[in-house]
């Protein structure tokens, strides 16, 4: 593990009266693959929204390799190599797999051309040859609204992966997705991620994915980060089991 | 290849008419013209923006086209230029304020803001004529100087000869990365922040060419009728567009244009036997709407998920 | 000092006559969730059918003051004609579904009731003061002041008053209120959600369709006051925060004073005035003054 790919210090987020974010400080390492656990409403997706710009601390600073970006748009931080992965996957819903993917390769670069077709030979080997590495090559040409659940997250994930990110940022990858299909999905997913060198961090709910692919764990309650650390020894503390695993 | 050929069929079908029956020739070409303004809202239409006020940059053309002839400049590439610059300035200036807004907020602005240029255009007398308008006078083609009927001829072919060229490099700019996110625009706004696209400005080009087009427009209705009045910007000339528009929506650039053709011949037989335009126009609007399959490019589709 | 009461009078019966063709579209927005592009012409049918009785009343050398009742009377057929009629065929039908075609529907209908009136009512402009000329002038101070302006306001202050009541104290006010925040639930608890539809676009319609007949006597009535009206409205409604009627009055003050000072700086930009407003108030809160994204409360 090296430098800090993003870097947050002393942030402090309140929604009417709840402090989402309560002064909290954390890094996130170059080729980490870091997890956020923690209770239902307890503001991990604050996390993730303040790491995106969608959200605003009211005091504290976000750092992306060692540049602010506090205070940025979402768009702004897309640009500096951060994506976003959705808990609802937001799609293209009436443009097929590829398209969707053309659209997200273009908008990574090639976005501002009048002249040259969207799906130009080069752009749609790469979309494709993305797609095989998430396993959606087959279904490239479907209308994306029509593909299963745990495929349309898959795509999601596809095309923040299109965006070639420094940093990405999941929500809930496995939520919506069956039991059986999860793993694969994860499978997917840190292949990769470990192809092209991408940190991520993901908020989760299923303690078996956090577990087996997480390298370190942040453990969120009421606003501030309760433990961290390598899963055994997240899985083995009381208190995390107590509040968050729901085991007494 | 076949809808090349159809295509192709069409066009010459077009230049060969007016020899058969020469009064089409007029009625074509504003057809054409109006063809243009149509396919500027359609354009926008593709990121589900209604423009109910898109006249004012066919009438802001026109008037172009008649001040810059009235102020000496009398080469007609020249005026037709500059006419449709003024209206892609206007577009950027428009743009720049209502692209922030979708929807119905879209919608109102620009019918509020078409129906000020109209109020601007009638009541200035000393500089726009007020509601006796302004006249054009023949232009210039290539340094010659041609009588009437001569440069009417001209430009009916200028303009099929316009439409096919312009028309193809709408069709590309539809095909580009551009002209997908306008689309994209419509599907998934949120996604595509998250992708690092500036939606405003890939708004605001949109709008800019949709005014442009509509230049085009005004500027050859501007020549084949030989006078400017307010009405080019009135809310009902508008509303025709947006008929044709959501022809278009289907049918894509030719779509536009054919409506146009369409609208228009049934424009010219209707006037024999009823003035009530607008009401056909409109009941025609509803029907269509109610009654038309739910393909209509994704404009039926609910837009806008909210992804937190 | 003398010059600026009689001015502030004119402003004030202005913004009256504003505040009644906006009002029923902020109302309409409300309640149905649906911005009637078409609802200017409320405003003029109403005024064209106002002026006809007016005329119809003046010509037969009826009783003149049945002049006010016509104009009363013709808001109020208007809007039992035209409300229910429009409401369940048109408007029902775009419940549900995209902005887009609540956008073009009722830009159809626009075009259709522009002919419509054309057609029915000519294209010569109407005009009849009776109304104005009976209720006279009284003259305070050595100032005079037309008494139908101050019953114009008066009448404007009602109507706000008279909806804030109608909304939290009567049952069909508490009744919308239920619809507006919660159509689905609503209809499960068993709330004739369409008969509150027709309620509230008939009542829209009639203060429109109000408006445009108390204008005739000031105004009179000529084609294309209903594309005027409906941009007017549509600003008045911006500025003051779509749904918000207490907005709108203070939107149509706000309205009338711009045109008040633009005849006064720059006639012949009077047209201009309520939209140089609007932009300018719409640049620093964009929902307008009390309005909001989630703006849902009566």
């Given at each position: 593990m090296s430098a800090p790919i993003l870097q947050a210090r002393d942030l402090h987020v309140e929604f009417s009266g709840v402090r989402?974010?309560?002064g909290v400080s954390l890094d996130i390492n170059e080729g980490e693959f870091l997890a956020v656990i923690g209770p239902n409403g307890s503001g991990k997706t604050t996390l993730l929204n303040l790491c995106t710009g969608y959200v605003r601390p009211r005091s504290g600073s976000v750092l992306l390799d060692g540049h602010a970006i506090t205070g940025l748009t979402p768009r702004a931080i897309t640009r500096r190599g951060v994506a976003r992965a959705f808990q609802i996957p937001q799609l293209?819903?009436?443009?097929?797999v590829v398209d969707n993917m053309m659209l997200a390769l273009a908008a990574k670069d090639?976005?501002?051309?009048?002249?040259?077709?969207?799906?130009s030979r080069a752009r749609r080997d790469e979309a494709i040859a993305l797609l095989d590495l998430i396993g959606l090559r087959d279904d490239r040409?479907?209308?994306?609204?029509?593909?299963p659940e745990g495929h349309r997250k898959l795509l999601d994930i596809a095309v923040a992966l299109a965006l070639k990110p420094r940093l990405l940022l999941l929500d809930?990858?496995?939520?919506?997705?069956?039991t059986l299909e999860r793993f694969s999905l994860m499978e997917a997913l840190m292949s990769a991620l470990r192809q092209r060198s991408i940190t991520a961090l993901f908020v989760e709910h299923d303690m078996d994915v956090v577990a087996r692919y997480a390298n370190r764990v942040l453990v969120w309650n009421a606003g501030t980060i309760m433990a961290q650390g390598h899963p055994n020894e997240i899985f083995k503390d009381e208190r995390v089991l107590k509040n968050v695993v729901g085991v007494a | 290849m076949i809808r090349t050929l159809i295509f192709a069929l069409g066009v010459l079908a077009l230049v060969v008419a007016p020899t058969v029956a020469p009064w089409l020739e007029f009625v074509l070409t504003i057809a054409i013209a109006k063809g243009f303004a149509a396919l500027g809202v359609a354009i926008l239409l593709r990121a589900g923006l209604i423009s109910i006020g898109h006249a004012m940059f066919f009438a802001i053309s026109a008037y172009g086209v008649a001040f810059f002839a009235g102020s000496g400049i009398s080469d007609f590439g020249i005026l037709l230029v500059l006419s449709v610059v003024v209206a892609g300035l206007a577009g950027a200036v428009v743009g720049a304020f209502l692209v922030r807004y979708r929807a119905i907020f879209f919608a109102m602005l620009n019918l509020a803001v078409s129906m000020v240029f109209y109020a601007l255009f009638a009541k200035l007398y000393g500089i726009?004529?007020?509601?006796d308008g302004m006249p054009v006078p023949v232009p210039h083609v290539f340094g010659l100087v041609l009588s009437e009927p001569a440069f009417k001829n001209v430009l009916f072919y200028g303009s099929v000869a316009l439409m096919v060229l312009v028309g193809f490099l709408v069709h590309r700019y539809l095909d580009s990365p551009l002209g997908h996110a306008l689309s994209a625009v419509h599907a998934n706004e949120v996604r595509l922040e998250y992708l690092g696209v500036p939606v405003w400005a890939v708004l605001l080009v949109a709008y800019v060419l949709s005014a442009m087009l509509a230049g085009i427009g005004g500027a050859i209705s501007a020549f084949a009728i030989g006078r400017v009045v307010p009405d080019f910007a009135f809310w009902t000339a508008s509303g025709h567009l947006v008929l044709v528009a959501v022809f278009g929506g289907i049918g894509g650039v030719p779509g536009a244009f054919i409506g146009a053709l369409f609208l228009e011949l049934l424009h010219t037989k209707a006037a024999a036997y009823t003035d009530a335009w607008n009401l056909i126009v409109g009941a025609t609007l509803i029907a269509v709407i109610m009654f038309l399959?739910?393909?209509?490019y994704g404009l039926f589709s609910r837009s806008g998920v909210s992804a937190q | 000092m003398n010059a600026i009461i009689p001015l502030a009078l004119d402003t004030l019966s202005s913004a009256a006559l504003i505040f009644f063709a906006a009002v029923g579209l902020t109302l309409v927005f409300n309640v149905l969730r649906v911005l009637n592009v078409a609802h200017g012409s409320f405003y003029s049918i109403g005024a064209y059918v106002g002026a006809s009785l007016c005329l119809f009343i003046v010509s037969r050398q009826?009783?003149?003051?049945l002049s006010f009742v016509a104009l009363l009377f013709s808001a109020v057929l208007v809007a039992v004609i035209l409300g229910p009629l429009i409401e369940s065929t048109l408007i029902r039908w775009t419940?549900?579904?995209s902005e887009a075609v609540q956008i073009l529907i009722t830009f159809g209908l626009f075009l259709i009731l522009e002919d419509v009136q054309r057609i029915v009512f000519g294209v010569q402009s109407l005009y009849e003061d009776a109304p104005m000329r009976l209720m006279g002038s009284t003259a305070i101070g050595g100032i005079v002041y037309l008494n139908y302006q101050i019953a114009l306001i008066a009448m404007a202050v009602l109507v706000v008053i008279g909806l804030r009541l109608l909304i939290k104290h009567t049952r069909y006010g508490r009744l919308i209120t239920a619809v507006v925040f919660d159509r689905e639930m609503a209809q499960s608890i068993g709330i004739d959600t369409n008969r509150i539809f027709i309620l509230a676009f008939s009542l829209g319609v009639f203060l429109a369709a109000l408006g445009g007949a108390l204008a005739v006597p000031t105004s009179g009535v000529a084609p294309g006051l209903g594309a005027d009206t409906m941009v007017l409205a549509f600003a008045v409604a911006a500025i003051g925060g779509l749904g918000q009627i207490e907005g709108a009055a203070l939107a149509a003050l706000i309205v009338a004073l711009a045109r008040v000072l633009a005849i006064y700086f720059a006639p012949s930009l009077d047209a201009v005035a309520p939209y140089a407003a609007m932009l300018i108030v719409l640049l620093a809160r964009p929902y307008g003054l009390f309005g909001s994204i989630t703006a849902r409360r009566i």
């Open positions: 989402a974010a309560d293209f819903s009436d443009q097929s090639g976005l501002w051309t009048m002249v040259r077709p969207l799906g040409n479907r209308a994306s609204r029509t593909l809930e990858p496995t939520s919506g997705v069956s | 726009t004529g007020g509601t399959p739910k393909g209509l | 009826l009783n003149p003051y419940y549900g579904k």
